[in-house]
């Protein structure tokens, strides 16, 4: 008798989960066609669902012996799968299920429910409107840029008028002034705004929902109160201790360190130009509080002069440090509460445009579902979904959300605990090793956590799931350890590397890469790694070592004695957009054409943008903002002064400095056509000289725009704000050249080659996170935390937490930072993988400096050279003689191309016969390789 089943499978790179999901679901539907109706396959993008769909669609057919569908090896793995999973019918009987279960799926294609999870929660969503108290003829906004561009034209048009927001704009510009990020607020207020969409930041700002702004402000004026009194009792003491060491006859010198003893530290305190958030702790103030060392060696005179005050200068020493971490909290919390009143009036205002248009952004669904479900013991909506789906495939869990998850709870629960539809079959496939959406709202413990339920909510319904789906799940882990992707070279270097690094690297390391054993295809032989630490040949400039060897190992790639590979065959991996933007630069500049879907687009040209802040200027010469974007991107060309100066050209005017770089006012340039203007501009700046891609496209762009009509500069402006994250240099996909893209976007992908440069590069290594005010004061025992109201901060988890003697700062620190470690170490393994045949790493050396953002760096050059014997300044191979391509490889190569076309050739045939079995109905699609 068959029972339910809750299995939880391991799939680390080129593991074939894709083919372990279609057995699975193949199992059910040749048993039974119907099942179809009843089995739902969540993916995390619609690449995967659209493959899964195709892979499962091209499975029946091969079973099903369509004409023209000849591929005995694959098939025969197909029907040894199926017996694995209990499925012993003959070869002749399959064949007829195979075709009866294709005929059926195609027929009622409606219901062959594989899709994103994002989608899944839709379809609930517009399901039970009436459920759900909203609209039922809602909008749906995936975009929420289009949200938020509204959200801060209302906020902007508000100044000079509501003086809490005119004054909370212009305290947080002079912020940015300070801190040399430049005067474009409007870009300030879109990151802000961008984080309202996260997931995380449900409970903050619904919280901070019930508290006015001018509250937040009352409190953040007091906390600045609290702030400059600690500063000024710190330097009392501190002045106390000074005196009372100068009075014993004692200075510096005497102490031990000297220049960095105790006595250096406490004087800092009373320097003017030092604020104490910035004053580190010294090595030497540690000794004297925990161990009594003041002094060097036998200086007893010295000792017997400081004796009689030793105990007051320790206590006092022993305040100065409280006091120091307490200034430092004070100033966190500052900082926090600085903007939160902005979150709040974006938070309304985003809520509020909702209101008025009837739209839901794609992030409100997973919240609507979850305030739902938690309001009833047995969710109705999922009640009624439970009685059409019993089976469950979700694949790439390790990106699922928290809120996702916990939303699935009740309909998995739902189908393993009824009995109404025979048994259940819940499926579930991961790799924490892939898990690199964080930022994206993926938490990777949900998977490693399976099958408990990863913060789970205080309710018995999911304390009943958890011990059933406990109860379900076979005792040992289903881990997949063949590799079918990379050659057998490039598999062993990584299996071998990450399991060296994750030693060196903490207990979540070593916990999430405990599964990194794989073992090649025996026939797939060969396979090339290639690491070099590139030096740096201007420390200002990142650019140059990198830039220059992509190009020779293209070159090599190209020009290779014994096998010429060609262009689109070799992708170059990038963590940031902005490398990606500077290797296409560099590579389209030598005539190598790219394809790129990050790196291609008009508004990460420079170019362009100094173009656009021209064009602006012109039209709206009085605008400040426009004056300032426009000195700020204009550096260096003559009549546009000095960008650090921009405080005191208050008297500066937008026509002047039109007159001064181009000799004409606003008036005179607007004279001119769109197209010659912008013509006009670009020689003017010198920035089409030689041609630029990105300059060429513009003026296609403007020339489309102007096509049928002529066409306002102010328009075409509205046009660019609308369109600025879509315009880009196009080139057909399918034409030979390099592929230039993100990690992210790279993601269940494979490339012959890969190339991995700027290895350790990543965006600022402290993020931002929300994090509950209780977690941070709850040690902090004094009268002014004890009535601290507000439930949410925004902190940066800054290194100077990590020494702050405050418990809750600490914790915040080292949890953050394990997380973010985890994802670079995460990045580099999907990186690394992508790679069939050879795989090239380029990495500047990592830096002396002991930090945390370091940490994987340093640790990779000790791995590489304890376990692979790579000294500093070699190019390291793996094997030694990798670049000798046995024939082999070469023949192993070829035989997989040819298997290819020959596939290629037997989808297209299978389309024709597809279109005969549909008889009309359902959709037609390109089955996967």
């Known amino acids: 008798m068959k029972t339910g089943r809750f299995e939880i499978y391991k799939a680390s790179a080129g593991s074939g989960k894709t083919f372990l999901l279609s057995i699975h679901y193949l199992t059910l539907v040749l048993e039974k066609p119907e099942v179809c109706f009843r089995v739902l396959g969540l993916t995390f993008t619609n690449k995967a669902a659209k493959e899964l769909k195709e892979r499962i669609l091209f499975f029946l057919g091969l079973l099903a012996q369509l004409p023209n569908y000849h591929n005995d090896e694959l098939k025969a793995s197909i029907l040894k799968n199926l017996k694995n999973e209990g499925w012993n019918i003959d070869e002749r009987q399959t064949k007829q299920k195979a075709l009866e279960a294709l005929q059926y799926i195609l027929h009622h294609y409606t219901y062959f429910s594989i899709s994103t999870i994002d989608a899944f929660m839709y379809k609930i969503v517009n399901s039970f409107t009436f459920d759900m108290q909203i609209a039922d003829d809602f909008d749906v906004e995936l975009d929420a840029n289009i949200l938020i561009d509204e959200a801060i034209h209302r906020l902007l048009d508000q100044v000079g008028q509501e003086e809490p927001i005119t004054d909370l704009l212009q305290n947080i510009l002079l912020e940015m002034v300070d801190d040399e990020k430049g005067w474009n607020i409007e870009k300030e207020i879109r990151e802000m705004a961008q984080i309202i969409f996260l997931e995380k930041s449900n409970d903050p700002l619904h919280e901070l929902n019930a508290f006015q702004p001018e509250k937040i402000q009352q409190t953040s004026s007091k906390v600045r109160e609290y702030s400059n009194k600690i500063q000024s009792c710190a330097q009392r003491i501190a002045h106390d201790i000074l005196n009372k060491v100068e009075s014993a006859g004692l200075g510096e010198s005497n102490f031990k360190g000297k220049s960095n003893s105790f006595l250096a530290w406490v004087k800092k305190f009373t320097e003017e130009d030092i604020d104490i958030k910035d004053i580190s702790y010294f090595k030497a103030v540690q000794n004297a509080l925990e161990i009594d060392e003041w002094f060097t060696g036998n200086n007893e005179q010295d000792r017997k002069m400081f004796e009689p005050i030793k105990e007051e200068v320790k206590d006092n020493l022993k305040t100065l440090t409280h006091l120091r971490s307490e200034y430092l909290l004070a100033n966190l919390v500052y900082n926090s509460l600085f903007r939160l009143p902005l979150y709040s009036d974006l938070y309304r205002t985003i809520e509020q445009i909702k209101l008025e248009k009837n739209v839901r952004h794609i992030s409100d669904f997973n919240r609507l579902i979850s305030q739902h479900i938690r309001s009833e013991p047995v969710p109705y909506i999922y009640y009624r979904l439970g009685l059409r789906f019993k089976h469950f495939l979700l694949d790439e869990f390790q990106d699922t959300s928290v809120m996702q998850w916990h939303n699935l709870v009740p309909l998995l629960h739902n189908a393993l605990s009824s009995s109404e539809g025979g048994y259940a079959r819940i499926v579930i496939v991961g790799d924490g090793k892939q898990s690199i959406y964080r930022w994206r709202n993926g938490e990777l413990e949900i998977f490693e956590n399976l099958p408990k339920i990863y913060r789970k909510p205080d309710q018995q319904n999911f304390e009943d799931a958890e011990n059933l789906f406990s109860s379900f799940t076979p005792p040992n882990p289903n881990i997949l350890k063949e590799n079918f992707r990379s050659l057998k070279n490039i598999v062993e270097f990584n299996q071998n590397f990450f399991c060296y690094i994750k030693e060196r690297l903490g207990d979540a390391a070593q916990r999430i890469y405990s599964d990194t054993q794989q073992v090649a295809d025996k026939s797939r032989h060969g396979g090339l790694v290639q690491w070099e630490w590139v030096a740096k040949n201007d420390e200002k400039d990142d650019s140059d070592g990198h830039l220059e060897r992509i190009y020779q190992i293209i070159d090599e790639l190209l020009n290779c004695a014994e096998k010429k590979y060609l262009l689109n065959e070799i992708a170059i991996l990038v963590r940031k957009n902005i490398e990606a933007q500077r290797i296409a630069d560099f590579l389209i500049r030598k005539n190598i054409p790219v394809v790129s879907p990050d790196s291609l687009m008009l508004s990460q ?248 953002s370091n940490l994987l760096a340093k640790s990779s050059m000790g791995v590489l050279k304890e376990h692979f014997g790579f000294n500093d300044g070699q190019v390291f191979t793996y094997p030694k003689d990798g670049f000798m391509k046995s024939g082999e490889e070469e023949t192993k190569r070829e035989g997989v191309e040819e298997t290819k076309r020959q596939r290629d050739g037997e989808t297209e045939r299978y389309g024709e016969e597809e279109e005969i079995v549909r008889s009309g109905a359902g959709e037609n699609g390109r089955m996967g390789d």
């Open 605 to 852: 040209s420079d170019s362009v943008r100094r173009v656009i802040s021209w064009l602006r200027l012109i039209a709206q010469p009085d605008d400040r903002l426009a004056l300032a974007t426009a000195i700020e991107l204009n550096q260096g060309m003559i009549g546009v002064p000095d960008a650090n100066n921009l405080l005191n050209l208050n008297q500066l005017m937008g026509e002047q400095l039109l007159e001064e770089v181009f000799g004409f006012n606003s008036s005179n340039l607007s004279f001119y056509d769109l197209y010659t203007l912008t013509v006009y501009i670009l020689r003017s700046c010198h920035l089409n000289d030689p041609p630029d891609v990105f300059c060429m496209a513009l003026l296609e762009q403007v020339k489309g725009q102007n096509r049928y009509k002529p066409l306002s500069l102010e328009k075409f402006l509205d046009e660019w704000d609308q369109n600025q994250d879509h315009w880009a240099v196009s080139f057909p996909e399918n034409m030979n050249a390099i592929r230039i893209m993100t990690i992210h976007k790279a993601k269940g992908l494979e490339f012959p080659i890969v190339i991995r440069p700027y290895l350790f590069s990543r965006p600022d290594y402290h993020s931002t996170e929300w994090v509950a005010s209780s977690k941070i004061l709850n040690d902090r025992k004094n009268d002014f935390w004890s009535k601290f109201e507000i439930p949410w901060l925004y902190f940066n988890s800054s290194s100077k937490l990590k020494d702050s003697d405050i418990k809750g700062l600490q914790e915040f620190y080292n949890e953050v930072t394990e997380k973010q470690l985890i994802e670079d170490l995460n990045l580099m393994y999907v990186a690394f993988t992508r790679a069939k045949e050879r795989l090239y790493i380029l990495a500047y050396p990592p830096s002396p400096k002991d930090s945390d």
